[in-house]
């Protein structure tokens, strides 16, 4: 008996250093290509030319002023433009879902099934299958290179409004619409003042997805912002691939990238529990 | 009841349908005007002949289902392009998933198992989840840069002797895909992870227990009591995850430099659908793709659907 539960107890032993020695090698994976990346971004070009090292160069800020300062890519500006379309989008996208859901959550209307179903219907169709017509009409109104043409559309985000109207479902008992009238608020009020800060959890959580979708889009941005004051940092990282690469200072480049990629990880590296959390919250069990 | 005088009463009587409907307003004509209304013109020009030669338009011309057609002719080659990428799509989709839903699996059941009590969870999840929000663009110029031949990953494999000389990554069909499959993996294997431990964490633990009492192995727990009630979730990430696959191209677009290098096997059918929306504007054969793309996504979307709806019951 004893011998046995010994037996059992290595077995287990075994299999945790097992289990512990994957997860590590995971965790370096996804670690190595990042911190490849903060390291190379802090050496010149004549030491990146010299191989593969884990040794920072001390020439961050070097590259940092070479590659704000590029002529051809003007990464400051790239980044402001996508502050402003993924800034905008989040904010609408999460105010006019959580409208949407709460909308098809507490009145009562003909259309309601109906209008529920569509979203639902609709919610896994890619953006991409209606690019073609977007595209067309936008060459056609002379709406290219304009940044709000990017924005507007997220007001009608079908996975977000399914996320809210869950959220709603889960956590708002219809009584406090009932209290809010009675006391007189009129409709509008109720939803600004009552229901959006019941919402906040949820609002913030999608807030921060929605704004790293737009923060990384590239597809669409790519067609339509073709002048060089109108590109999103995605569309610029493309140039980048595309441009002669052996005139390229390497430091620079990879600062570039860096710069692409550090708002996401820094917001992400502040919020993660919340953001994590999220994840499962998104998914259809709820 | 008939008689409602208390302000309750008439809080109640009053219809408030309107109101409902101007809430869902805003979202229904957005939707309309920048989904739908691009979504039927999608349709509608893939039966036209309509793209841009230099500065002039042909078209629009309706021809029918020659663009259709077009798709389905093969080239000088030989090949059928659109089969050509769809194959391309499935392949490198399906060695990126393979690994991905094996081991968000094996995580998920350790990570979730009370025998193995699994310590650092928090950090461990935050950083597999992290590559997931990275911009997949960036991501992939990253990788660029990393394997190109005058890169750092060329030159520890050529000072540790793995190879002699530097390896272009980028024009081996091999290498190229395997790396786009990497960079999916990377990506999506974290938030696998979490979707799956979520499905797990809401099986009732008393199953577990009992099953332990009645001395049942790791494995046969695995395959008689996880999985079996695991399977609408995985089901869901499945095809969701087949789904996103469809779309890839942001990866393999910067890999390949957005010609599909090398000899256009790392070509997607996103990245054929760009093509033609791109330089020549070719609407009636971006509508074409995008409609064969729409279908493919329609029944991939009922099957989620059906497994949602399963889940009910």
Same mark, same amino acid.
């Given at each position: 008996?004893?011998?046995?539960?010994?037996?059992?107890?290595?077995?287990?032993?075994?299999?945790?250093?097992?289990?512990?020695?994957?997860?590590?090698?995971?965790?370096?994976?996804?670690?190595?290509?990042?911190?490849?990346?903060?390291?190379?971004?802090?050496?010149? *070009?004549? +030491?990146? +030319?010299?191989?593969?090292?884990?040794?920072?160069?001390?020439?961050?800020?070097?590259?940092? *002023?070479?590659?704000?300062?590029?002529?051809?890519?003007?990464?400051?500006?790239?980044?402001?433009?996508?502050?402003?379309?993924?800034?905008?989008?989040?904010?609408?996208?999460?105010?006019?879902?959580?409208?949407?859901? !709460?909308?098809?959550?507490?009145? *009562?209307?003909?259309?309601?099934?109906?209008? !529920?179903?569509?979203?639902?219907?609709?919610?896994?169709?890619?953006?991409?299958?209606?690019?073609?017509?977007?595209?067309?009409?936008?060459?056609?109104?002379?709406?290219?290179?304009?940044?709000?043409?990017?924005?507007?559309?997220?007001?009608?985000?079908?996975?977000?409004?399914?996320?809210?109207? +869950?959220?709603?479902?889960?956590?708002?008992?219809?009584?406090?619409?009932?209290?809010?009238?009675?006391?007189?608020?009129?409709?509008?009020?109720?939803? *600004?003042?009552?229901?959006?800060?019941?919402?906040?959890?949820?609002?913030?959580?999608?807030?921060?997805?929605?704004?790293?979708?737009?923060?990384?889009? !590239?597809?669409?941005?790519?067609?339509?912002?073709?002048?060089?004051?109108?590109?999103?940092?995605?569309?610029?990282?493309? +140039?980048?691939?595309?441009?002669?690469?052996?005139?390229?200072?390497?430091?620079?480049?990879?600062?570039?990238?860096?710069?692409?990629?550090?708002?996401?990880?820094?917001? !992400?590296?502040?919020?993660?529990?919340?953001?994590?959390?999220?994840?499962?919250?998104?998914?259809?069990?709820? | 009841?008939?008689?409602?005088?208390?302000?309750?009463?008439?809080?109640?009587?009053?219809?408030?349908?309107?109101?409902?409907?101007?809430?869902? $307003?805003?979202?229904?004509?957005?939707?309309?005007?920048?989904?739908?209304?691009?979504?039927?013109?999608?349709?509608?020009?893939?039966?036209?002949?309509?793209?841009?030669?230099?500065?002039?338009?042909?078209?629009?011309?309706?021809?029918?289902?020659?663009?259709?057609?077009?798709?389905?002719?093969?080239?000088?080659?030989?090949?059928?392009?659109?089969?050509?990428?769809?194959?391309?799509?499935?392949?490198?989709?399906?060695?990126?998933?393979?690994?991905?839903?094996?081991?968000? $699996?094996?995580?998920?059941?350790?990570?979730?198992? #009370?025998? $193995?009590?699994?310590?650092?969870?928090?950090?461990?999840?935050?950083?597999?989840?992290?590559?997931?929000?990275?911009?997949?663009?960036?991501?992939?110029?990253?990788?660029?840069?990393?394997?190109?031949?005058?890169?750092?990953?060329?030159?520890?494999?050529?000072?540790?002797?793995?190879?002699?000389?530097?390896?272009?990554?980028?024009?081996?069909?091999?290498?190229?895909?395997?790396?786009?499959?990497?960079?999916?993996?990377?990506?999506?294997?974290?938030?696998? #992870?979490?979707?799956?431990?979520?499905?797990?964490?809401?099986?009732?633990?008393?199953?577990?227990?009992?099953?332990? $009492?009645?001395?049942?192995?790791?494995?046969?727990?695995?395959?008689?009591?996880?999985?079996?009630?695991?399977?609408?979730?995985?089901?869901?990430?499945?095809? #969701?995850?087949?789904?996103?696959?469809?779309?890839?191209?942001?990866?393999?677009?910067?890999?390949?430099?957005?010609?599909?290098?090398?000899?256009?096997?790392?070509?997607?059918?996103?990245?054929?659908?760009?093509?033609?929306?791109?330089?020549?504007?070719?609407?009636?054969?971006?509508?074409?793709?995008?409609?064969?793309?729409?279908?493919?996504?329609?029944?991939?979307?009922?099957?989620?659907?059906?497994?949602?709806?399963?889940?009910?019951?």
């Amino acid at each position: 008996m004893n011998s046995k539960n010994k037996a059992a107890a290595v077995k287990l032993l075994i299999l945790r250093i097992f289990v512990y020695a994957v997860i590590i090698f995971l965790c370096a994976l996804c670690l190595f290509f990042f911190i490849m990346l903060f390291v190379n971004s802090s050496r010149t *070009n004549s +030491q990146l +030319q010299r191989g593969f090292t884990l040794i920072p160069g001390g020439h961050f800020f070097y590259n940092l *002023n070479n590659a704000v300062h590029d002529s051809s890519i003007n990464i400051p500006r790239g980044m402001l433009n996508s502050l402003i379309v993924a800034g905008l989008s989040s904010a609408l996208t999460t105010y006019f879902s959580a409208l949407t859901a !709460y909308g098809i959550y507490v009145y *009562n209307f003909k259309l309601k099934k109906l209008a !529920y179903t569509f979203i639902i219907a609709v919610m896994m169709i890619p953006s991409q299958v209606s690019a073609a017509g977007f595209v067309k009409i936008a060459l056609e109104l002379d709406l290219d290179n304009k940044l709000w043409v990017l924005i507007i559309p997220s007001i009608a985000a079908p996975a977000v409004f399914f996320y809210m109207h +869950q959220y709603l479902k889960a956590t708002m008992p219809l009584e406090i619409v009932e209290a809010a009238r009675i006391d007189g608020s009129g409709e509008f009020a109720t939803f *600004n003042r009552i229901v959006l800060p019941i919402m906040k959890p949820a609002i913030a959580v999608q807030m921060i997805f929605s704004f790293v979708a737009s923060w990384n889009n !590239y597809f669409l941005p790519a067609i339509l912002l073709t002048k060089p004051g109108k590109k999103t940092v995605p569309v610029m990282i493309a +140039q980048l691939r595309s441009a002669d690469y052996s005139k390229f200072d390497m430091g620079k480049v990879y600062m570039f990238i860096l710069l692409a990629i550090l708002p996401v990880i820094v917001v !992400y590296f502040i919020l993660s529990k919340s953001i994590i959390k999220g994840v499962t919250s998104g998914s259809v069990k709820g | 009841m008939k008689s409602t005088t208390t302000k309750e009463a008439k809080a109640k009587s009053i219809s408030y349908a309107k109101w409902g409907y101007i809430f869902i $307003l805003p979202f229904f004509l957005v939707y309309a005007v920048f989904t739908f209304y691009p979504q039927i013109l999608t349709i509608y020009y893939s039966f036209f002949k309509y793209f841009r030669d230099g500065l002039t338009w042909i078209g629009p011309e309706f021809i029918g289902f020659d663009n259709y057609k077009a798709l389905l002719t093969p080239t000088a080659e030989g090949t059928i392009d659109i089969l050509k990428y769809f194959g391309n799509t499935v392949i490198m989709w399906v060695m990126g998933a393979v690994p991905q839903f094996v081991i968000a $699996l094996a995580l998920a059941v350790f990570f979730t198992s #009370t025998r $193995l009590n699994i310590k650092g969870q928090s950090i461990m999840k935050t950083v597999i989840y992290m590559p997931n929000l990275i911009m997949a663009s960036a991501f992939s110029m990253l990788f660029f840069t990393l394997f190109s031949t005058v890169g750092p990953i060329n030159s520890l494999f050529v000072s540790m002797g793995i190879i002699d000389k530097a390896f272009d990554f980028f024009f081996c069909t091999i290498s190229m895909r395997t790396l786009v499959a990497l960079l999916n993996f990377l990506m999506w294997f974290g938030n696998t #992870t979490i979707l799956l431990m979520a499905g797990i964490q809401s099986i009732d633990e008393s199953l577990f227990e009992s099953a332990r $009492l009645d001395g049942a192995s790791g494995l046969r727990v695995f395959f008689n009591i996880t999985m079996p009630l695991l399977k609408p979730i995985f089901i869901y990430t499945f095809i #969701t995850s087949m789904i996103g696959g469809l779309q890839m191209f942001d990866v393999p677009n910067i890999l390949s430099n957005r010609t599909g290098q090398p000899n256009r096997t790392s070509e997607t059918m996103v990245m054929y659908l760009n093509n033609y929306l791109g330089v020549s504007k070719n609407f009636g054969m971006a509508g074409a793709i995008s409609v064969v793309l729409f279908i493919l996504t329609a029944v991939l979307s009922v099957i989620v659907f059906k497994t949602i709806d399963r889940d009910k019951d």
